[in-house]
């Protein structure tokens, strides 16, 4: 095989079979293959698009380029889930204790956070104490000891897909539905799950900005799933505005505490449970989604869902007792409020501009290395729909840093306003299976 006939088939159209996607992803990772070989094939790619064998046939041969998880050794089916990534998104610190405490089996891994805030791997290291590096054993037994485990991704899953990840970046290759399905399943692929549930965020805040976008997105990484035998759904949710009103790591763990407790924000909650029931179903604990929702809903009432929690924080080396006096989490010294400069109903939010501002505060990374700020973030207080008053407080930073003009113009400059009260925000779109 030469990549240059490769490069022509796709560039032509034409289907790229598995020995051939082999070829390249094994040739690119040993360096064999050039950066501006492997460019022009993903412009292509971008122009041409893949079909589905085509895109499942890279997602495993991303999968089989590094480490893969084995959970055999834990009983019962193993379902996870994944967020496309969006501002205010705690949902996983939700979902895992709900879920172990119906018995099934999570077995998480999951990744630091670039960009707006940290990921969930960030939003637990603010919790004293929490390990996130536990051996194999360990991870294995707490799984299942008490149905739930979260480590941090080993540095070696999926080492291609980084790779090529990289070069997308500053090819101008990133957004085609693809590369991006075949980039998050190979890591859900290979971390082991029996069965996954996506979250795809659709809006302003998210990386699919419309429905139609998150929608293709979503099937296609069905689709995948699917094909490599994983039973896969995907639930499109809103990422118009932020999820909940906290934005920041321990900001975002005492939100997704209030929400345990049956006292969290509507949003949050309804997303939260949406998700669970479906990773519920797919784990065989309930026949039907709608009797999923039920019992979960009654974990919460009943108090075993915060239980849950304060056993995994327990379990992973962290003090429990903060999950009961959640103010006793990182707070910062710093607390601006951000004030309108209009009256009227706010009809939107740009999300994304709200998450910059919260990276801005120190809540965020811009690349890999660079330190997180646990306390600090942003509280959301006035959202869509509600009724604001020139000079009423719309949002609080919270930081360390003492100079932060650019967070509060930029979140003062991403709301909206209108003489006419919007339409209310619908949480979940569509599931697609």
Request: proline residues 3%; hydrophobic residues 40%.
């Given at each position: 095989m030469r990549m240059v006939d490769l490069i022509q088939k796709k560039k032509l159209g034409g289907e790229l079979d598995q020995e051939e996607i082999d070829f390249i992803v094994q040739g690119y990772t040993r360096e064999e293959i050039p950066d501006y070989q492997m460019s022009a094939l993903l412009m292509a790619i971008c122009f041409k698009g893949m079909t589905k064998e085509e895109t499942a046939n890279l997602t495993l041969s991303f999968v089989n380029s590094g480490d893969k998880a084995d959970l055999s050794e834990i009983k019962g089916i193993k379902?996870?889930?994944?967020s496309t990534g969006g501002v205010g998104d705690k949902v996983s610190l939700v979902v895992i204790p709900l879920c172990a405490s119906l018995g099934i089996p999570v077995a998480k891994m999951s990744g630091k956070g670039l960009g707006h805030t940290g990921g969930t791997i960030d939003k637990l290291e603010s919790i004293e104490g929490f390990k996130t590096e536990l051996s194999r054993e360990k991870f294995i037994s707490n799984v299942n000891?008490?149905?739930?485990?979260?480590?941090?991704?080993?540095?070696?899953?999926?080492p291609a897909d980084k790779k090529i990840y990289a070069l997308r970046d500053v090819t101008a290759t990133v957004d085609s539905i693809p590369l991006i399905a075949s980039s998050i399943m190979s890591k859900k692929i290979a971390s082991g799950a029996d069965a996954i549930v996506l979250d795809v965020k659709a809006g302003s805040g998210a990386f699919m900005k419309t429905l139609e976008e998150a929608r293709e997105l979503a099937g296609t990484m069905v689709d995948i799933g699917n094909s490599l035998n994983r039973r896969t759904v995907a639930v499109i949710t809103d990422m118009n505005q932020p999820l909940g009103h906290e934005i920041g790591n321990a900001s975002e763990v005492r939100e997704a505490i209030e929400v345990l407790q049956g006292k969290g924000p509507?949003?949050?909650?309804a997303v939260a449970l949406t998700i669970a029931s479906h990773m519920a179903v797919l784990g065989e604990a309930f026949k039907d989604y709608d009797t999923a929702f039920c019992e979960l809903e009654k974990t919460i009432?009943?108090?075993?869902?915060?239980?849950k929690l304060k056993q995994l924080v327990e379990i992973q080396g962290g003090k429990p007792e903060l999950i009961d006096y959640p103010e006793r989490l990182p707070m910062a010294k710093n607390h601006i409020a951000v004030k309108s400069t209009e009256s009227g109903y706010v009809t939107s939010i740009d999300?994304?501009?709200?998450?910059?501002?919260?990276?801005l505060t120190g809540a965020g990374r811009k690349q890999k290395g660079d330190p997180v700020d646990y306390s600090a973030g942003i509280t959301v207080i006035k959202k869509t729909g509600d009724f604001v008053k020139e000079g009423e407080t719309i949002c609080m930073l919270h930081s360390n840093?003492?100079?932060?003009?650019?967070?509060?113009?930029r979140v003062r400059k991403a709301y909206a306003y209108s003489t006419s009260k919007p339409a209310k925000t619908r949480y979940v779109y569509e599931i697609i299976t």
């Amino acid at each position: 095989m030469r990549m240059v006939d490769l490069i022509q088939k796709k560039k032509l159209g034409g289907e790229l079979d598995q020995e051939e996607i082999d070829f390249i992803v094994q040739g690119y990772t040993r360096e064999e293959i050039p950066d501006y070989q492997m460019s022009a094939l993903l412009m292509a790619i971008c122009f041409k698009g893949m079909t589905k064998e085509e895109t499942a046939n890279l997602t495993l041969s991303f999968v089989n380029s590094g480490d893969k998880a084995d959970l055999s050794e834990i009983k019962g089916i193993k379902v996870d889930k994944h967020s496309t990534g969006g501002v205010g998104d705690k949902v996983s610190l939700v979902v895992i204790p709900l879920c172990a405490s119906l018995g099934i089996p999570v077995a998480k891994m999951s990744g630091k956070g670039l960009g707006h805030t940290g990921g969930t791997i960030d939003k637990l290291e603010s919790i004293e104490g929490f390990k996130t590096e536990l051996s194999r054993e360990k991870f294995i037994s707490n799984v299942n000891t008490y149905k739930m485990a979260i480590v941090s991704q080993s540095a070696n899953l999926t080492p291609a897909d980084k790779k090529i990840y990289a070069l997308r970046d500053v090819t101008a290759t990133v957004d085609s539905i693809p590369l991006i399905a075949s980039s998050i399943m190979s890591k859900k692929i290979a971390s082991g799950a029996d069965a996954i549930v996506l979250d795809v965020k659709a809006g302003s805040g998210a990386f699919m900005k419309t429905l139609e976008e998150a929608r293709e997105l979503a099937g296609t990484m069905v689709d995948i799933g699917n094909s490599l035998n994983r039973r896969t759904v995907a639930v499109i949710t809103d990422m118009n505005q932020p999820l909940g009103h906290e934005i920041g790591n321990a900001s975002e763990v005492r939100e997704a505490i209030e929400v345990l407790q049956g006292k969290g924000p509507e949003d949050l909650t309804a997303v939260a449970l949406t998700i669970a029931s479906h990773m519920a179903v797919l784990g065989e604990a309930f026949k039907d989604y709608d009797t999923a929702f039920c019992e979960l809903e009654k974990t919460i009432k009943s108090g075993k869902a915060i239980d849950k929690l304060k056993q995994l924080v327990e379990i992973q080396g962290g003090k429990p007792e903060l999950i009961d006096y959640p103010e006793r989490l990182p707070m910062a010294k710093n607390h601006i409020a951000v004030k309108s400069t209009e009256s009227g109903y706010v009809t939107s939010i740009d999300t994304e501009m709200i998450g910059i501002g919260a990276m801005l505060t120190g809540a965020g990374r811009k690349q890999k290395g660079d330190p997180v700020d646990y306390s600090a973030g942003i509280t959301v207080i006035k959202k869509t729909g509600d009724f604001v008053k020139e000079g009423e407080t719309i949002c609080m930073l919270h930081s360390n840093l003492d100079k932060l003009a650019d967070a509060e113009n930029r979140v003062r400059k991403a709301y909206a306003y209108s003489t006419s009260k919007p339409a209310k925000t619908r949480y979940v779109y569509e599931i697609i299976t």
